[in-house]
DNA sequence: GTATTTGTTCAATA
DNA sequence: ATATTGAACAAATA
Protein backbone atom coordinates (compact mmCIF):
# COMPACT_ATOMS: atom_id res chain seq x y z
CA UNK A 1 0.00 0.00 0.00
CA UNK A 2 2.93 2.35 0.36
CA UNK A 3 1.40 5.71 -0.32
CA UNK A 4 3.62 8.91 1.01
CA UNK A 5 2.58 8.31 5.08
CA UNK A 6 3.43 4.74 4.35
CA UNK A 7 6.51 5.51 3.28
CA UNK A 8 7.58 8.10 6.18
CA UNK A 9 6.30 6.02 8.92
CA UNK A 10 8.80 3.18 7.15
CA UNK A 11 11.59 6.04 7.04
CA UNK A 12 11.19 7.35 10.48
CA UNK A 13 10.62 3.39 12.29
CA UNK A 14 13.75 2.72 10.32
CA UNK A 15 15.91 5.68 11.77
CA UNK A 16 15.74 4.28 15.13
CA UNK A 17 16.35 0.61 14.22
CA UNK A 18 19.65 1.29 11.62
CA UNK A 19 20.91 4.61 12.03
CA UNK A 20 24.76 4.28 12.82
CA UNK A 21 24.79 0.74 11.49
CA UNK A 22 27.01 -0.88 9.03
CA UNK A 23 26.18 -2.92 5.95
CA UNK A 24 27.48 -6.28 6.36
CA UNK A 25 25.93 -7.95 3.86
CA UNK A 26 23.31 -7.99 0.84
CA UNK A 27 21.93 -10.56 -0.56
CA UNK A 28 18.36 -10.60 -2.76
CA UNK A 29 15.77 -13.89 -5.06
CA UNK A 30 15.11 -10.69 -7.25
CA UNK A 31 18.01 -9.15 -8.75
CA UNK A 32 15.80 -7.55 -11.28
CA UNK A 33 14.37 -5.58 -8.70
CA UNK A 34 17.97 -3.51 -8.28
CA UNK A 35 19.10 -0.47 -10.09
CA UNK A 36 22.78 0.21 -9.61
CA UNK A 37 25.18 2.38 -10.86
CA UNK A 38 27.74 -0.37 -10.00
CA UNK A 39 26.07 -2.85 -12.45
CA UNK A 40 24.54 -6.71 -10.75
CA UNK A 41 24.38 -7.57 -7.19
CA UNK A 42 27.47 -8.94 -7.00
CA UNK A 43 29.48 -5.85 -7.59
CA UNK A 44 26.80 -3.62 -5.15
CA UNK A 45 27.30 -5.98 -2.81
CA UNK A 46 31.24 -5.43 -2.74
CA UNK A 47 30.32 -1.58 -2.45
CA UNK A 48 27.89 -1.88 0.28
CA UNK A 49 29.81 -4.36 2.53
CA UNK A 50 30.97 -1.94 5.35
CA UNK A 51 29.12 1.15 4.64
CA UNK A 52 27.91 2.95 7.63
CA UNK A 53 24.17 4.14 7.62
CA UNK A 54 24.53 8.04 8.41
CA UNK A 55 20.77 8.95 8.31
CA UNK A 56 17.32 8.00 6.97
CA UNK A 57 15.68 10.18 4.38
CA UNK A 58 12.51 10.19 2.08
CA UNK A 59 11.47 11.10 -1.71
CA UNK A 60 8.04 11.08 -2.72
CA UNK A 61 7.76 7.47 -1.93
CA UNK A 62 11.38 6.23 -2.03
CA UNK A 63 12.49 5.66 1.47
CA UNK A 64 16.69 6.37 1.52
CA UNK A 65 19.73 5.16 3.18
CA UNK A 66 22.18 7.79 3.04
CA UNK A 67 25.01 5.62 3.44
CA UNK A 68 29.02 7.37 4.27
CA UNK A 69 30.64 8.45 1.20
CA UNK A 70 27.75 9.95 -0.47
CA UNK A 71 26.29 7.09 -1.37
CA UNK A 72 22.76 5.75 -1.33
CA UNK A 73 20.72 3.05 -0.97
CA UNK A 74 17.01 3.53 -1.76
CA UNK A 75 13.72 1.34 -1.57
CA UNK A 76 10.32 1.79 -3.22
CA UNK A 77 8.18 -0.35 -1.89
CA UNK A 78 5.22 -0.22 -4.58
CA UNK A 79 1.96 -1.72 -4.36
CA UNK A 80 3.31 -4.24 -2.10
CA UNK A 81 6.03 -3.97 -0.56
CA UNK A 82 7.08 -3.34 3.27
CA UNK A 83 10.27 -3.73 5.01
CA UNK A 84 10.59 -5.51 7.98
CA UNK A 85 13.64 -5.37 10.65
CA UNK A 86 14.55 -8.31 12.17
CA UNK A 87 11.88 -10.70 10.18
CA UNK A 88 13.03 -14.17 9.20
CA UNK A 89 12.90 -15.23 5.51
CA UNK A 90 9.97 -16.07 4.12
CA UNK A 91 8.50 -16.53 0.06
CA UNK A 92 8.07 -13.15 -0.61
CA UNK A 93 11.08 -11.95 0.78
CA UNK A 94 13.00 -9.86 -2.42
CA UNK A 95 16.35 -8.22 -0.83
CA UNK A 96 17.76 -8.16 2.35
CA UNK A 97 20.19 -5.90 4.21
CA UNK A 98 22.34 -7.27 6.99
CA UNK A 99 23.95 -4.84 9.61
CA UNK A 100 25.76 -4.67 12.04
CA UNK A 101 24.81 -5.35 16.12
CA UNK A 102 22.82 -8.70 14.63
CA UNK A 103 19.98 -6.87 12.99
CA UNK A 104 18.47 -7.04 9.37
CA UNK A 105 16.32 -5.23 7.27
CA UNK A 106 13.72 -6.87 4.41
CA UNK A 107 12.03 -5.51 1.43
CA UNK A 108 8.72 -8.43 1.31
CA UNK A 109 7.30 -7.54 -1.86
CA UNK A 110 5.17 -10.29 -3.06
CA UNK A 111 4.54 -8.36 -6.67
CA UNK A 112 8.08 -8.48 -7.11
CA UNK A 113 7.33 -4.57 -8.29
CA UNK A 114 9.64 -3.20 -5.50
CA UNK A 115 12.87 -1.41 -6.81
CA UNK A 116 16.12 -0.52 -4.61
CA UNK A 117 18.85 1.82 -6.33
CA UNK A 118 22.35 1.85 -5.27
CA UNK A 119 24.80 4.64 -6.13
CA UNK A 120 25.94 8.08 -5.83
CA UNK A 121 23.98 10.98 -4.48
CA UNK A 122 24.10 12.43 -7.85
CA UNK A 123 23.69 9.74 -10.10
CA UNK A 124 20.44 9.15 -7.76
CA UNK A 125 19.31 12.48 -8.08
CA UNK A 126 19.68 12.15 -11.71
CA UNK A 127 17.08 8.42 -11.92
CA UNK A 128 13.98 9.41 -13.78
CA UNK A 129 11.53 9.16 -10.94
CA UNK A 130 13.87 10.99 -8.47
CA UNK A 131 14.37 13.50 -11.03
CA UNK A 132 11.09 14.14 -11.88
CA UNK A 133 9.12 14.50 -8.14
CA UNK A 134 7.37 17.33 -8.23
CA UNK A 135 6.42 19.36 -4.45
CA UNK A 136 6.14 16.98 -1.46
CA UNK A 137 2.42 16.52 -0.61
CA UNK A 138 3.82 16.82 3.06
CA UNK A 139 5.48 20.15 2.88
CA UNK A 140 3.69 21.80 -0.81
CA UNK A 141 3.18 25.35 -0.01
CA UNK A 142 -0.51 26.80 -0.99
CA UNK A 143 1.35 29.26 -3.48
CA UNK A 144 3.07 26.61 -4.92
CA UNK A 145 -0.50 24.23 -4.96
CA UNK A 146 -2.39 27.43 -6.76
CA UNK A 147 0.28 27.84 -9.59
CA UNK A 148 0.13 24.17 -10.31
CA UNK A 149 -4.06 24.04 -10.07
CA UNK A 150 -3.97 27.13 -12.57
CA UNK A 151 -1.46 25.84 -14.83
CA UNK A 152 -3.03 22.31 -15.46
CA UNK A 153 -6.12 21.27 -17.43
CA UNK A 154 -6.48 17.70 -16.28
CA UNK A 155 -8.45 16.53 -14.04
CA UNK A 156 -7.79 16.80 -10.26
CA UNK A 157 -7.64 13.22 -9.92
CA UNK A 158 -5.06 13.08 -12.36
CA UNK A 159 -3.28 15.89 -10.94
CA UNK A 160 -2.71 14.54 -7.57
CA UNK A 161 -2.25 11.56 -8.70
CA UNK A 162 1.19 12.80 -11.24
CA UNK A 163 4.27 12.36 -8.87
CA UNK A 164 6.09 15.15 -10.58
CA UNK A 165 3.48 18.03 -10.18
CA UNK A 166 2.45 16.69 -6.55
CA UNK A 167 4.84 14.10 -5.07
CA UNK A 168 3.79 11.26 -2.52
CA UNK A 169 -0.10 10.81 -2.92
CA UNK A 170 -1.38 7.86 -3.76
CA UNK A 171 -4.98 6.62 -5.05
CA UNK A 172 -6.87 6.56 -1.69
CA UNK A 173 -5.27 9.55 -0.34
CA UNK A 174 -6.56 11.45 -3.50
CA UNK A 175 -9.91 10.02 -3.12
CA UNK A 176 -10.22 11.21 0.97
CA UNK A 177 -8.79 14.55 -0.01
CA UNK A 178 -11.06 15.27 -3.10
CA UNK A 179 -14.17 13.74 -0.90
CA UNK A 180 -12.83 16.26 2.22
CA UNK A 181 -12.88 18.98 0.19
CA UNK A 182 -16.18 18.40 -1.73
CA UNK A 183 -14.28 18.28 -4.77
CA UNK A 184 -15.68 16.16 -7.99
CA UNK A 185 -12.16 13.89 -9.30
CA UNK A 186 -13.32 15.03 -12.99
CA UNK A 187 -13.38 18.54 -12.30
CA UNK A 188 -10.45 20.89 -14.68
CA UNK A 189 -7.64 21.62 -12.63
CA UNK A 190 -7.75 25.34 -14.13
CA UNK A 191 -11.33 26.08 -13.13
CA UNK A 192 -11.15 26.11 -9.54
CA UNK A 193 -11.88 29.08 -7.71
CA UNK A 194 -9.83 30.79 -4.47
CA UNK A 195 -12.44 28.84 -1.88
CA UNK A 196 -12.36 25.37 -3.65
CA UNK A 197 -8.41 26.22 -4.21
CA UNK A 198 -8.04 26.67 -0.03
CA UNK A 199 -10.43 23.82 0.57
CA UNK A 200 -8.24 21.44 -1.56
CA UNK A 201 -5.05 22.19 0.22
CA UNK A 202 -6.43 22.44 3.77
CA UNK A 203 -7.28 18.56 2.76
CA UNK A 204 -4.19 17.41 1.56
CA UNK A 205 -2.66 18.47 5.20
CA UNK A 206 -5.81 17.00 6.91
CA UNK A 207 -5.95 13.87 5.35
CA UNK A 208 -2.31 13.72 5.68
CA UNK A 209 -2.17 14.10 9.40
CA UNK A 210 -5.13 11.87 9.74
CA UNK A 211 -3.16 8.97 8.08
CA UNK A 212 -0.01 9.32 9.91
CA UNK A 213 -1.75 10.24 13.22
CA UNK A 214 -3.47 6.28 12.50
CA UNK A 215 -0.22 4.88 11.76
CA UNK A 216 -1.07 4.32 7.86
CA UNK A 217 -3.24 1.70 5.80
CA UNK A 218 -2.98 -1.75 6.51
CA UNK A 219 -4.65 -3.17 3.71
CA UNK A 220 -3.22 -6.42 2.77
CA UNK A 221 0.35 -6.88 3.98
CA UNK A 222 1.79 -3.57 4.77
CA UNK A 223 3.05 -3.07 8.28
CA UNK A 224 5.29 -0.46 10.00
CA UNK A 225 8.97 -1.97 10.06
CA UNK A 226 8.51 -2.95 13.60
CA UNK A 227 5.58 -5.10 12.80
CA UNK A 228 2.95 -2.72 14.27
CA UNK A 229 -0.17 -2.58 11.90
CA UNK A 230 -1.90 0.64 10.26
CA UNK A 231 -5.35 1.09 11.18
CA UNK A 232 -6.16 4.35 8.95
CA UNK A 233 -8.30 1.12 6.59
CA UNK A 234 -11.31 1.62 9.39
CA UNK A 235 -10.98 5.54 8.67
CA UNK A 236 -11.85 5.71 5.55
CA UNK A 237 -14.48 7.75 4.72
CA UNK A 238 -15.01 7.30 0.98
CA UNK A 239 -12.35 4.82 -0.61
CA UNK A 240 -13.74 1.34 -0.86
CA UNK A 241 -17.15 1.99 1.42
CA UNK A 242 -20.17 1.91 0.17
CA UNK A 243 -22.14 4.69 1.93
CA UNK A 244 -21.31 8.35 2.06
CA UNK A 245 -21.38 9.19 5.90
CA UNK A 246 -22.26 12.89 4.85
CA UNK A 247 -25.36 12.07 2.74
CA UNK A 248 -25.67 8.55 3.03
CA UNK A 249 -26.23 7.71 -0.36
CA UNK A 250 -24.25 5.20 -1.98
CA UNK A 251 -20.97 5.41 -3.55
CA UNK A 252 -20.03 4.32 -7.12
CA UNK A 253 -16.88 3.67 -8.18
CA UNK A 254 -15.35 4.43 -11.59
CA UNK A 255 -11.98 4.01 -13.46
CA UNK A 256 -10.60 7.86 -13.38
CA UNK A 257 -6.81 8.56 -14.44
CA UNK A 258 -6.38 5.16 -14.87
CA UNK A 259 -7.30 4.49 -10.84
CA UNK A 260 -10.69 2.97 -9.26
CA UNK A 261 -11.84 6.32 -7.79
CA UNK A 262 -14.56 6.71 -5.08
CA UNK A 263 -16.27 9.66 -4.84
CA UNK A 264 -19.84 10.86 -4.05
CA UNK A 265 -22.07 12.01 -6.73
CA UNK A 266 -23.99 14.49 -4.31
CA UNK A 267 -21.31 15.65 -2.05
CA UNK A 268 -18.93 16.34 -4.99
CA UNK A 269 -21.49 16.70 -8.04
CA UNK A 270 -19.82 18.04 -11.37
CA UNK A 271 -19.90 21.42 -12.33
CA UNK A 272 -20.96 20.72 -15.86
C1' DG B 1 -12.20 -19.11 -15.57
C1' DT B 2 -13.36 -13.70 -14.05
C1' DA B 3 -11.85 -9.11 -11.96
C1' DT B 4 -9.36 -6.38 -8.73
C1' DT B 5 -5.14 -4.37 -6.22
C1' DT B 6 -2.06 0.71 -2.31
C1' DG B 7 2.61 2.26 -8.21
C1' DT B 8 5.14 3.48 -12.21
C1' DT B 9 6.51 3.52 -17.09
C1' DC B 10 5.80 3.33 -21.80
C1' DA B 11 3.36 3.34 -26.28
C1' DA B 12 -0.36 4.88 -28.89
C1' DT B 13 -3.59 8.40 -29.62
C1' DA B 14 -6.02 12.93 -29.46
C1' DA C 1 3.94 20.43 -25.66
C1' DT C 2 -0.22 18.34 -23.01
C1' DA C 3 -3.32 15.07 -21.85
C1' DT C 4 -5.68 10.50 -21.90
C1' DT C 5 -6.00 5.57 -22.21
C1' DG C 6 -4.49 0.97 -22.01
C1' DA C 7 -1.07 -2.35 -21.34
C1' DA C 8 2.69 -4.16 -18.91
C1' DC C 9 5.19 -5.66 -14.81
C1' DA C 10 3.75 -10.31 -11.02
C1' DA C 11 1.22 -12.39 -7.57
C1' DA C 12 -2.45 -12.72 -4.35
C1' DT C 13 -7.20 -12.49 -3.33
C1' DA C 14 -12.32 -12.57 -4.01
ZN1 LIG D 1 -22.26 12.26 -0.04
Known amino acids: MPEIIEVEITKQKLKSAIQGKRILDFWTDWPRGLISQEGGMKKTTKKLKGKKINGLSRKGKAVILNLEGHKILAIHQRMSGHMPVNLPENKHTRFRIFLSDNTDVSLVDPRKFGVVWYGSEKWFNEQPYIKNLGYDAMSIKRSQLFRILSNSRSSLKSLLLNQSKIAGLGNIACDEILWRARLNPLCRSDTLNVREAEL?????????????????????????????????????????????????????????????????????????
Not at 204 to 224: E, K
Not at 241 to 265: L, M, P, W
Request: hydrophobic share 25%; glycine share 6%; charged share 30%.
Open 200 to 272: LYKSIYTILADVLRYGGTSMSNWRHPDGEQGNYQKKFKIYKQKKCVRCKKSIKSEKIAGRSTYFCKICQPSKI
